[in-house]
Structure formats: structure tokens, C-alpha cells
């Protein structure tokens, strides 16, 4: 499902392989140069937070400005974390 360039990233951005699955499990997405970005908005961040419940939720909070790129055929492209707003096509 990793890359091997994702798996990297992941481990160079220290974005656990669990936070990238809540992302694309909860997360919203959006198309971007013909990849889906999976990425954690106002209204799923709240919902996570009563799911998870408040103080894992801020443990966990340097992870929510994450995002996830997946190819077409399913497969992690690369994991980066926010730095400015998402553009989608």
C-alpha cells in the first residue's frame, strides 16, 4: 500500500503509519493532478476529537495537519504535512 518514496517520507516527516489511516478513513479528499488528497478538516477534526476523546486527541495534534496523497489504483504516493491551504481542481 506504502511506496517505497511514502515510506520514506513518513519516516523523515515522523507521520506514524496509524495517523495516516485515521486520515484517510475520517478525512475528507479532494483530486489534485490526478491524485486523491485525503486531509483532516474543522468538522472531522471535532469529530475525532470527541471519538477519541480530548487528551489523545492533543497528543496526537502535531499529526492533524497532515495529508495523505493515494494514486488511482490505491497505493500511498507520499505523506507531508500542511503548511498552506489545499487547492483542489
Known sequence: MFTSHAQTRSQQRNIP???V???MDHGNYG???G???YFLDKRTRKSLRQ???RQIYNKLNNFWD???VVS???DIITVAKRTKR???N
Do not use: E
Open 72 to 74: 488511482d489504483d490505491g
Open 17 to 19: 503509519h496509524f495517523v
Open 31 to 33: 483530486r489534485r493532478k
Open 51 to 53: 471519538s477519541l476523546g
Open 21 to 23: 489511516k485515521m486520515i
Open 66 to 68: 497532515s495529508y495523505v
Open 35 to 37: 491524485a486523491d488528497v
Open 86 to 88: 489545499l487547492k483542489f
